[in-house]
């Protein structure tokens, strides 16, 4: 479309050219071919009035369907629009105003007056000359009319010359020249006019003759009148120029009159004329200039709407926008800038991308850390509200895995007063910790599910730059405390074992001594007493060595001899061993998978359960003891029920400690001891109440490898 | 061509088929106003058409309109010159009339400001001064002895007379004023069959 405009302005402005020199060309104006040049002037205006019509519907339509820089090239084109149209509109209107002023100028009534006063005095004076001629035509007339005929040549040319007449010719009434005189030898007379014959017949008549266009003469017809009633009728004709000093000024008068004239009667025509061509012309300037203006608007605002299109395309995130524009004005370094610009946000992109991906990398990394952690933590900003947590702290807290971002820590720690002491450690901690303080941390024994755990709450303050938080660091370090517990315990045993078993045997010898060598020589009353004393010594003894044993046991060092042994058949044999396997009922998968533990641990595992349960089940009516074997994902597990008296809630959490029992004769070390075997075969072990009675054990062991 | 142009017409939208017809509207307006009005101001009548031997002689009388424009024109001592076109045409069944002769004669009224008379100049470019117009006029409108001759081949054969004023002897800005149809003055074609004439 570009190159049609451009063409079309070269055409237009190839008419203007050719229009204004045809306005001054006399030849081209008065011809056909100004009128076919004013037609093609109009087609062409009509056609570029035809064009920028479809250039504008086709930039309004742009605009409608917001097609990225048509606004811009419309307020482009609208400006180069006004900006030629009000100058050129402003010169039209005053020079139309101008041109017909000055039209007008030329028709002054003193200069009208003036030609008119010129023309008239010229024609006065031939009036004057045609006057004095027929005074002097009358006279001669009358003078030949009165001659005889033999004189009449004489006469004529006596009278010619003493008038003063050029030409003297006398006619008869059918055109025959009777008698010629003049001032040139070689007059020939021409033949008259048969009007002005006829005419000069009735009585003088006078008439003014151009020759030649720069000499006028004066022509007379003047009757004869003959004193003979019998003769011709004759005419005279007489011819006199007139000075060619009146003739060059009246003729000069009378062009120029006749101009003013013509120019007076024509000037509407001329007006219209000059306004249509001049109209002609500031329509085709101004149309050529609009259709140009939307090949410059568009030039204009091709980059913009490209750079436009690209801050577009940036903003969806397409950084491999580039614009082509190769200009080397400021466009175009701004297009270069911003296509450099593009370059470097595409790669801090990328790069920020690349960053973002790691820190998401650490923190799932984190997140996963923080979700298999088994220790709670929990992030808490300034206003103690929850900002982070992991699945431990919302399992300890609220028993749920649920995310508590967001929520108030007083909401989840201080409705419950379990985990009341808590709050208050760490509100007071918040609180008073303006001065940035170290981290600060505190144990609590909580009753948690009628189970007494440790939990162990650290508080380490955060700075950032988002302000500052708190971290909140919940153990449950029951197990560990446990097993602390387990580790004093074993080595009190062990000193005990050792402190106590030695003398043992001196006494229960010395007891046995002296019973036997005392036991003769006394009254049998005393002999009663002593024996009663002695053995009463020696069982106590024999007692506490069981008792040192159990202890001895209890405090062995963990030395274990693992072998390949099938659980299932071990239980089995134990069982046997009893008699009371009618009361126990065993049920075991099927292909219970060998396991690597040492043999005798395991049995003295067994034994010790099922004297538990033997003993808890001594008042009980139905007594049953339940003993499941199940094959699980690399362990294989052991639960032994019986539906006995159980543990009081008071213990259960402390059961598997020394010296700690439901029974009236037991040690409370068979538990304790059965906890140590299955710890040291890297195997868990839990007790617990059967809800209405009984007490359930279940022992989990890894399967065999050596 | 009229199917597909109406098939054309009826696909394009609305706007569009208001700014073709407004465009085409503007041209004929615009070709209207160009094209001169061959409005017939004179008419040709009495014709006498005489042959001896192979000379014809033309005589007609004419009418004219010349309204008071025109008269004033010439009072202003603007010459009005009109031209007669004389063409004599052979006549055939089958093909096209053929034009064998023309001729282009002029005359003219003209006022003489400084004489005060009216200035005739025939188509013999004889000069005839009149003091009134209507004489003048009235000599200028009949035409008398206009000789012409052809080839005559015997077969039928018209005489087209044409009288018109030649605008192009006007003054400059009436020429050029093509809105002005004041001097858009024509007999249009006076026909006349001249083949059986002896």
Redesign the interface.
Known sequence: MKYIITIVAFIGIALLILLAKAISN?EL???DS??IL??LN??FI?SLI?LI??QI?RLLQSVKKEITGSRLTLRLVLSFALMGIIPVLIVYLVSVNFLTKSIESWFDVKVESALEGG?TL??KT?DILMSDIELKGKSIAYSIGNSDPEQRDSLLTDLRAKFGIQDAVIFDQDSIIIGVSSDKNDLIPPIPNIEDLERGQQGFFG??EEVKGDQIYLKTFTPIISKSAMSKRLILQLTQPIPPSITNL??S??SV??EY???????N??K??YILTLTLVVLLALLSSVAASFVISRKFSAPLAMLADATKQISKGNYKKIITYQGKDEIGILVSSFNSMTLQLGQATRNSEKNRERVEVARTFLETILAHLTTGVIVLDDKKIIQLNNISASLMLINKKVTMKNKPMNEIMATNLLFKPMYDFVESYIDNNKSNKKEASREFKLDKDKQERTIMLQITPLIDNKGKSYVLVIDDISEVTQSQRHSAWGEVARRLAHEIKNPLTPIQLSAERIQHKFKDKLSKEDSNILERSTNTIVNQVNALKIMVNEFAEYARPPKIQKDIIRIDTLIEEVIDLYEIDNIINIKKDNNIPIIYADQNKLRQVIINLLENSQDALKEIKKPKIKIFIKKKVNEVQVVVEDNGSGIPDEIIGRIFEPYVTSKKTGTGLGLAVVYKIIEEHEGRIKIDRIKNSGTRVTIMLKIGKK | MTDCFMRFFKKIKIKIKIIIVLFISLLLVIGNTFTLSNERKIIINDVVISKNSDLYNLSFNQEIKLDYLIREAINKAIPLVFKLTLKVVKLNEIFPAKTIKKEVRYYEIEYKTLRKIYRIIDINEQRHEYKKMDEAIQKMLKIEGLEFSFVDEGMDYELWVNVSLERKKLPKPLQVNFFNQTWSINSGDSIHKIGTLD
């Not at chain 1, 004239?261 to 000037?267: E, F, G, K, M, V």
């Open positions: 006399s104006i008065s011809g100004f009128r004013l037609g109009i087609l009509c035809g019509a479809v519907f023309l010229g024609q031939i008439r003014i009246a003729l008068v009378e009159y006749d004239q013509q120019l007076t009667y024509s000037r025509s001329l219209i004329i």
